[in-house]
């Protein structure tokens, strides 16, 4: 079993920057994909970034390219999720997931990850 708790989420004002960061404990997940996750009030949870184990393969959603950025430190076996340039509609709640995902597997798809965290909200004012 692998436990994820998400940390770092909050109230920020458009513009600014905010790092939430996902931190797995049990078993080990530094063979797993990490993703992250977003779900807003009244829509349906979206894919946001990924990570394959070693960090050398990143993907991202159109909506965040180029303003957010997933990393992870597996000394630590946490994985961050930086965002700059916030706007009023990323406001969600931010989820942290880890998948096996094998080759040809979507990241993009949210039953590929088997572990997920309960979510920290980040909020974004206009």
């Known amino acids: 079993q692998v436990q994820l708790v998400e940390s770092g989420g909050g109230l920020v004002q458009a513009g600014g920057s905010l790092r939430v960061s996902c931190t797995a404990s049990?078993?080990?997940?530094?063979?797993?994909?990490m993703g992250w996750f977003r779900q807003a009030p009244g829509k349906e949870r979206e894919f946001v970034a990924a990570?394959?184990?070693?960090?050398?393969?990143?993907v991202y959603a159109g909506s965040v390219k180029g303003r957010f950025t997933i990393s992870r430190d597996n000394a630590k076996a946490t994985v961050y999720l930086q965002m700059n340039s916030l706007k009023p509609e990323d406001t969600a709640v931010y989820y942290c997931?880890?998948?096996?995902?094998?080759?040809?597997?979507?990241?993009?798809?949210?039953?590929?990850?088997?572990?997920w965290g309960q979510g920290t909200q980040v909020t974004v004012s206009s």
């Open positions: 990570i394959n184990w070693s960090g050398g393969s990143t």
């Open positions: 049990g078993r080990t997940v530094s063979n797993y994909y």
């Open positions: 997931a880890a998948g096996r995902l094998r080759f040809g597997d979507s990241k993009q798809n949210l039953r590929n990850y088997e572990y």
